[in-house]
């Protein structure tokens, strides 16, 4: 329940509330009506016969209509790439193949203004973050990786290392662009070939990028771009000329994809669901670690693997802590995605929306105590209030399982050896973050976290230099930097 609010919190809290409306301007991007699938080079009609919509979260209304792929267009896509794999990527020399992927990198450049409107208005995350993390990130992930083609020698010193043929790549809607870009640039680098697969409620940036694609003059069949759900990916992943699954989503499919592909030969790599821990000890900014929590786990609605959905506070500074954030969330902004004003944009579908919000019950009848903002939610479209817990015991559901929302659970500790013991209690292993004055204590922290990524003194930082995955139920493999281009190449 909302607490009573002081006269400085309501002023501010009125105050970026009275902002006037700075819309981004949606005609720089174009959305057509219908989308087929890009299956070599050209785009194609689905055998199935069959579409579905896309829709603005924030609105409600239809964007698209996008192509579902079944068995029999899988198989023409996994051709399409084996084709091109065996006649072209592979024998071309890597510094062509670099110029290839560099062009595509400076292409999204180029239209990143209109890649940002579309994932906006395709997965309801607020304009700030798509035109100024999702899409400049992606086309530096296929700069970085261009560098590494006609390098692998130094990645790989004193060994040879040849591609893996076909690789079948499916990705969540949370990044949709992003995702596609840390999954086909290191492929290509590594002289793979690509059969991709969006999520069925983001695919527009794919299909954008399948146009960049095409226009970047890349071999046809070299990456295929198919939509579709769970089946259509389920049909990826059994297809028998697949040689690599890479995947990032919930751990449940993670799970039903390494069934499906046990014992064969083909690999994988699953990046997988998150509890990540942000960890304030009490000698740290506290002001610059409320505002890493907040952007940790509030900014992109919580819709980030990685997201720091719980926090722990040292003791003697977990009132102070706890009053901030609360302040803090009173200023935040929840409303239309396209305004540049907004923090919180929409929940990128209404099964999510109810995810989160029985989530939210199930806190608060486990015990722990609530604190929402008292922001007003746009009457149409699918919305959550920020939303941060109290009173969380270790065990709660909330404090455990991933919510995929912008839900906070907040606990107190002691000493390192409490917080180490309770952050790496959970199924998961993603990332953690560090608050503290002390590089000694950061050391520390960060050997004993199980996560992939620990952040100090700031958190969700990404760089295409830096690998990313995750222990035990978050999944294995990494991408991203050198460690990215293993998981594309056998060792010979
Ligand atoms: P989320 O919970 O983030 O929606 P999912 O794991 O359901 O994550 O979805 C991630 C991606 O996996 C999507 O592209 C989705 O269509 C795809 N997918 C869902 N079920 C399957 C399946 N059984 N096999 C392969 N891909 C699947």
Partial sequence: M?????????????????????????????????????????ME??????????????????????????????????TAARNAYAKTWK?????????????????????????????????????RESRDFDVPTAANHFFYYAGWADKLEYAFPNRRTE???????????????????????????????VVLKPAENTSLTALKLAEIIQEADLPPGVVNIITGAGATGAA????????????????????IIQRAIAGTN??????????????????APL???????????FFNQGHVCCAGSRLYVQESVFKEVVRKLKDRLETLIVGDPIDKNTDIGAINSKAQLDIINKYIKIGQQEGAEMYQSSCALPKKGFFCRPTIFTNVAQSNRIAQEEIFGPVLAIQSFRTDDEVIEKANNTPYGLSAGVWTDKGSKIFNMTTKLRAGVVWANTFNKFDPGS?????????????????GLNAYVNIV
Avoid at 47 to 70: C, D, G, R, W
Avoid at 93 to 111: G, L, S, T, V
Avoid at 288 to 297: H, L, R
Avoid at 468 to 474: C, P, R
């Fill in 287 to 297: 002001d610059q670690a409320v505002e890493g929590v907040i952007n940790g786990i």
């Fill in 163 to 193: 591609p893996l043929g076909v690789a079948g790549q499916i990705i969540p809607w949370n990044f949709p662009l992003l995702m596609a870009a840390w999954k086909i640039a290191p492929a290509l680098a590594c002289g793979n070939t």
């Fill in 467 to 483: 690998p990313f995955g995750g222990y035990k139920e978050s999944g294995y493999g990494r991408e991203g930097g050198v460690h």
């Fill in 236 to 255: 990826i992943v059994n297809h028998p000329d697949i040689n690599k699954i890479a995947f990032t989503g919930s751990t449940e499919v993670g799970k």
């Fill in 91 to 127: 024998k071309m020399p890597p510094a062509e193949r670099a110029k290839y992927i560099y062009r595509i990198a400076r292409m999204i450049q180029e239209r990143a203004r209109e890649f940002a409107i579309i994932e906006t208005l395709d997965g309801g995350k607020p304009i």
């Fill in 45 to 78: 009609k689905p055998q199935s016969k069959k579409y579905f919509p896309t829709i603005n979260p924030a609105t409600e209304e239809k964007l698209s209509m996008i192509a579902e792929a079944n068995g029999a267009d899988v198989n023409k896509a996994v």
């Fill in 266 to 283: 083909k690999k994988a790599t699953l990046e997988l669901g998150g509890k990540a821990a942000n960890i304030i000890f009490d000698d």
């Fill in 2 to 42: 909302a607490t009573k609010k002081s006269n400085t919190i309501k002023l501010k809290f009125d105050s970026a509330r009275s902002l006037a409306p700075a819309p981004e301007s949606k005609s720089a991007a174009k959305i057509d009506p219908q989308y087929e699938l890009f299956i070599n080079g050209k």
